[in-house]
Protein backbone atom coordinates (compact mmCIF):
# COMPACT_ATOMS: atom_id res chain seq x y z
CA UNK A 1 0.00 0.00 0.00
CA UNK A 2 3.10 2.27 0.91
CA UNK A 3 4.50 1.44 -2.48
CA UNK A 4 1.02 2.74 -4.06
CA UNK A 5 0.50 5.51 -2.52
CA UNK A 6 4.39 6.92 -3.22
CA UNK A 7 3.25 6.19 -6.96
CA UNK A 8 0.55 7.90 -7.01
CA UNK A 9 2.33 10.62 -5.60
CA UNK A 10 4.81 10.57 -8.95
CA UNK A 11 2.07 10.09 -11.64
CA UNK A 12 1.49 12.56 -13.16
CA UNK A 13 -2.38 11.32 -14.48
CA UNK A 14 -2.79 10.34 -10.55
CA UNK A 15 -5.28 12.80 -8.75
CA UNK A 16 -2.47 12.33 -6.04
CA UNK A 17 0.05 13.71 -8.37
CA UNK A 18 2.68 15.84 -6.48
CA UNK A 19 0.04 16.88 -3.42
CA UNK A 20 1.12 14.04 -1.05
CA UNK A 21 4.37 14.70 1.39
CA UNK A 22 6.17 10.69 0.98
CA UNK A 23 9.08 11.88 3.49
CA UNK A 24 6.52 12.68 6.54
CA UNK A 25 4.40 8.83 6.49
CA UNK A 26 2.78 7.46 9.58
CA UNK A 27 1.26 4.04 9.98
CA UNK A 28 -1.34 3.00 12.64
CA UNK A 29 -3.68 0.50 13.67
CA UNK A 30 -6.33 -0.62 15.77
CA UNK A 31 -6.83 -3.80 17.27
CA UNK A 32 -5.48 -6.44 14.96
CA UNK A 33 -4.02 -3.55 12.74
CA UNK A 34 -1.77 -2.40 15.82
CA UNK A 35 -0.17 -6.06 15.62
CA UNK A 36 0.44 -5.42 11.64
CA UNK A 37 1.73 -2.53 12.17
CA UNK A 38 4.54 -3.73 14.68
CA UNK A 39 5.33 -5.89 11.53
CA UNK A 40 5.36 -3.35 9.07
CA UNK A 41 7.39 -1.22 11.26
CA UNK A 42 10.46 -3.90 10.94
CA UNK A 43 10.61 -4.04 7.95
CA UNK A 44 9.93 -0.37 6.90
CA UNK A 45 12.33 2.51 6.69
CA UNK A 46 10.41 5.30 5.50
CA UNK A 47 7.97 5.57 8.47
CA UNK A 48 7.86 8.91 10.52
CA UNK A 49 5.89 7.46 13.67
CA UNK A 50 3.43 5.10 14.51
CA UNK A 51 0.23 4.27 16.53
CA UNK A 52 -1.23 1.56 18.31
CA UNK A 53 -4.74 2.03 19.21
CA UNK A 54 -6.47 -0.81 21.44
CA UNK A 55 -3.44 -3.61 20.60
CA UNK A 56 -0.35 -4.97 20.92
CA UNK A 57 1.43 -7.75 20.55
CA UNK A 58 0.69 -11.03 21.57
CA UNK A 59 4.12 -11.49 22.45
CA UNK A 60 5.56 -8.54 24.35
CA UNK A 61 8.01 -8.17 21.45
CA UNK A 62 6.33 -5.41 19.21
CA UNK A 63 7.75 -2.59 21.15
CA UNK A 64 11.46 -4.34 19.81
CA UNK A 65 10.23 -3.56 17.04
CA UNK A 66 9.64 0.13 16.42
CA UNK A 67 12.25 2.34 15.38
CA UNK A 68 10.13 5.66 15.29
CA UNK A 69 8.18 7.87 18.04
CA UNK A 70 5.31 5.20 19.04
CA UNK A 71 1.78 6.34 20.38
CA UNK A 72 0.19 3.55 22.53
CA UNK A 73 -3.57 4.00 23.30
CA UNK A 74 -5.22 1.41 25.27
CA UNK A 75 -8.99 1.33 26.78
CA UNK A 76 -9.28 0.53 30.37
CA UNK A 77 -12.07 -2.58 30.11
CA UNK A 78 -10.21 -3.30 26.98
CA UNK A 79 -9.35 -6.82 26.55
CA UNK A 80 -6.43 -6.07 24.70
CA UNK A 81 -4.97 -4.22 27.79
CA UNK A 82 -2.59 -6.78 29.09
CA UNK A 83 -1.03 -6.69 25.43
CA UNK A 84 -0.52 -3.41 25.18
CA UNK A 85 0.56 -2.66 28.42
CA UNK A 86 3.10 -5.39 27.91
CA UNK A 87 4.62 -3.85 24.45
CA UNK A 88 4.75 -0.53 26.96
CA UNK A 89 6.59 -2.19 29.31
CA UNK A 90 9.61 -3.31 26.92
CA UNK A 91 9.88 -0.12 25.41
CA UNK A 92 13.86 0.40 25.27
CA UNK A 93 14.68 3.51 23.75
CA UNK A 94 12.48 5.03 21.81
CA UNK A 95 10.13 8.27 22.45
CA UNK A 96 7.03 6.77 23.35
CA UNK A 97 3.49 7.82 24.49
CA UNK A 98 1.29 5.36 26.46
CA UNK A 99 -2.22 6.13 27.43
CA UNK A 100 -5.08 4.24 28.96
CA UNK A 101 -8.42 6.03 27.86
CA UNK A 102 -10.93 5.37 31.61
CA UNK A 103 -13.69 3.86 31.41
CA UNK A 104 -13.76 2.95 27.01
CA UNK A 105 -13.41 -0.81 25.75
CA UNK A 106 -11.95 -2.04 22.61
CA UNK A 107 -13.93 -0.47 19.73
CA UNK A 108 -14.50 2.65 21.53
CA UNK A 109 -10.86 3.46 22.10
CA UNK A 110 -10.78 4.21 18.53
CA UNK A 111 -13.27 6.52 18.36
CA UNK A 112 -12.30 8.42 21.94
CA UNK A 113 -8.83 8.75 20.89
CA UNK A 114 -9.70 10.52 17.94
CA UNK A 115 -8.45 13.73 19.37
CA UNK A 116 -5.52 12.38 20.52
CA UNK A 117 -4.63 10.60 17.27
CA UNK A 118 -5.08 13.69 15.33
CA UNK A 119 -3.04 15.70 17.49
CA UNK A 120 -0.18 13.48 17.30
CA UNK A 121 0.14 12.88 13.52
CA UNK A 122 -0.26 16.74 12.97
CA UNK A 123 3.14 16.56 16.22
CA UNK A 124 4.80 14.14 14.40
CA UNK A 125 4.37 14.54 10.62
CA UNK A 126 3.08 18.22 10.34
CA UNK A 127 6.19 20.16 12.44
CA UNK A 128 3.59 21.27 15.09
CA UNK A 129 6.21 21.62 17.64
CA UNK A 130 3.83 22.94 19.89
CA UNK A 131 1.80 19.60 20.29
CA UNK A 132 4.58 18.31 22.58
CA UNK A 133 3.55 19.68 25.67
CA UNK A 134 0.46 17.72 25.03
CA UNK A 135 2.18 14.31 25.01
CA UNK A 136 5.14 14.59 27.28
CA UNK A 137 4.02 16.82 29.97
CA UNK A 138 2.10 15.47 33.08
CA UNK A 139 -0.15 18.81 32.13
CA UNK A 140 -0.70 18.09 28.79
CA UNK A 141 -4.11 18.21 27.00
CA UNK A 142 -3.35 14.23 26.68
CA UNK A 143 -2.90 13.57 30.30
CA UNK A 144 -5.96 14.95 31.57
CA UNK A 145 -9.56 13.76 31.57
CA UNK A 146 -9.95 10.31 30.81
CA UNK A 147 -6.56 10.20 29.52
CA UNK A 148 -3.87 8.56 31.93
CA UNK A 149 -0.73 8.60 30.31
CA UNK A 150 2.97 8.22 31.08
CA UNK A 151 5.91 8.41 28.68
CA UNK A 152 9.37 7.53 27.62
CA UNK A 153 13.07 8.50 26.45
CA UNK A 154 11.65 12.25 25.15
CA UNK A 155 14.65 14.72 24.96
CA UNK A 156 14.26 18.50 23.54
Excluded at 97 to 105: E, K, N, R
Excluded at 147 to 155: A, D, I
Aim: proline residues 3%.
Amino acid sequence: ALDWIIAQSEDSSSPYYQKLDTTRIGMGGHSQGSVATFDQEAMEDRLKTTIHIAGGSFDMRGSSKVKTPTAYICGETDFALPNCMGDWDTVEDKPTFFSVLMGVDHIMCARRAMAGMIAWLRWQLADETERAADFTGPGGQFHMGIWKSQTKNWTF
